[in-house]
Structures are given as C-alpha cells and as structure tokens.
C-alpha cells in the first residue's frame, strides 16, 4: 500500500502543477495512468467518478479524491486529495501575485498568451477520452454531439444538460 500512496503522491503532484487552467486539462493523463496503466479502476468507474465530481457542488478535480479511494482506501483519497490541492495552490498563491504585478513585462504577456491554445488542447483531450469510453453506439453519439451544440451556441446552464442526459440514462434510453 506504501508503493501506491507514494505513487497517488507523486503523480497527484505533477497532474496539480500541469492544471493550468484548471484540473479537467489533465483528465486524460490520468484517465491513462490510473486505467490502463496501474489498473486501479475501469474505464466506466472513471467516468462515473468524473460525473459524480462534476455533478456535486465543490472544485472540478476532486475525482482523483475518489481515485485515491479505489486505490489505496481512506489514506489514498487523502493523500490524492493533498496532492491534487496543495502544489497548485502554492504556485498560485506565490507566482499569481507576482505575475499580476508584472503583467505587462512581455515575456509574462507571451507565457499568458500561450498557455491559453494549450489549455483548450489539453482540454480537447479531456473531452475525447471522456467520449471514447462512453460513447459506444449511435445514440450516445448524437446526444453527445448535440449537447456540445447547444452548450457551444447557447447561453443555458450546462446543469440542464447534465439533468437531461441522467434522466435518459435512468429512463433506459442510453
């Protein structure tokens, strides 16, 4: 058990430092690590944690508190969860300052520029391995394809989407 707190350590740790704009970009590194790499859970458990973290009220990236929990018991939920939390919070707390002070030193202007097109591809990313492991049929397909459309064209609150696809799941639909 010692290996993998150490390993929920480590690997939490990098994936809260590469969380640039926020903690869904790096879901497909760790949808492949703790997956098909360590086999910790199954392709639909990650799914299902993601959905349960998105769906209850506090920070995005608290699946991996659930990772940690299939992998290692209570320590590994808390350890995942420090790991997850505490780097990224300190690179915020210490480096944000600084750079909004320096916000107009153009090298800072470049950083800030390009992390933004990464962000969208590591979010892309997120979304396709999201996809992949749910989408297996027609159906699920269109639904996914139209609920893009209309988060992408409309103003309406994502919720209503979630709500929407969850009671075509418990309905049998899906």
């Known amino acids: 058990m010692w290996t993998t707190l150490l390993e929920l350590l480590l690997h939490g740790a990098v994936w809260s430092m590469l969380a640039v704009g926020g903690s ?49 018991g209570l320590p590994g939920a808390l350890v995942s969860t420090l790991a997850n939390c505490v780097p990224s919070s300190c690179i915020a707390f210490f480096v944000g300052g600084w750079a909004e002070q320096h916000r107009e030193v153009r090298w800072v202007v470049a950083v800030r520029r390009g992390l933004a097109p990464v962000t969208v591809g590591l979010l892309g ?37 979630v709500l929407t696809g969850a009671l075509l799941g418990l309905s049998g639909v899906m």
């Open 24 to 72: 869904n970009v790096t879901l497909a590194d760790i949808q492949r690590y703790t997956v098909e790499t360590r086999h910790w859970l199954t392709a639909a458990q990650f799914v299902t944690f993601y959905s349960i973290t998105q769906a209850a009220p506090g920070p995005n990236g608290m699946a991996v508190a659930l990772i940690g929990l299939q992998a290692a």
């Open 125 to 161: 990313s997120a979304s396709f391995v999201l996809a992949r492991e749910i989408d297996i049929n027609a159906t699920r397909i269109g639904l996914t394809l139209i609920c893009a459309a209309i988060a992408f064209r409309s103003k309406l609150n994502p919720i209503w989407l």
